[in-house]
């Protein structure tokens, strides 16, 4: 079943990156389906810990873009926003080089709440990062224009 309320142009999507974090690491939104988003950022200097790692917080900010981009497609954006409430990560595997590829999927669509789990892997199909994002929903007004 189709949740999206808004286009899921892939090109519109990746155009509200333009100077943020997510277009600083890289993060692209890749495809879409009826009920998930997916997207990957690249395993490099931007995205590394000092021993050559994928960094945990590159991790969580490439789960939460997803998880609140796809948030946002599910509503009216005239009338509500979603914000972020609460994440979680488990760090499974170490990346070092490459790209990982997060794809997010709603365990919950309520009126003021939503719930995403964003699994993040590696280019071989492997778990690197299971994550929980829970979005609060607001009135537009009162999130700010984008």
């Known amino acids: 079943m189709r949740i ?9 999507l990746n155009s509200w990156s333009a100077n943020t974090l997510m277009e600083a690491l890289g993060i692209r939104m890749t495809a879409v389906g009826d009920d998930w988003l ?6 490099d200097r931007r995205t590394h810990q000092p021993y050559g790692l994928l ?17 946002m497609l599910t509503l009216d954006p005239e009338k509500e926003r979603a914000v ?28 003021s709440t939503q719930v995403w789990e964003i699994r993040i892997e590696d280019e ?3 778990l690197v990062c299971m994550s929980r994002l829970t979005m609060a929903v607001v009135p537009a007004a009162a999130a700010g224009a984008r």
């Open 124 to 126: 071989g199909g492997k």
């Open 84 to 111: 972020g409430l609460d994440i979680n990560a488990n760090h499974v595997r170490g990346v070092t080089s490459g790209s990982v590829t997060g794809t997010a999927r709603a365990l919950h669509i309520g009126r």
């Open 4 to 12: 999206w309320k808004q286009s899921t142009d892939l090109d519109r």
């Open 38 to 43: 997916q997207g990957t950022m690249p395993v």
């Open 55 to 71: 960094h945990g917080g590159a991790s969580v900010a490439l789960a939460e873009t997803l998880g609140s981009s796809a948030a």
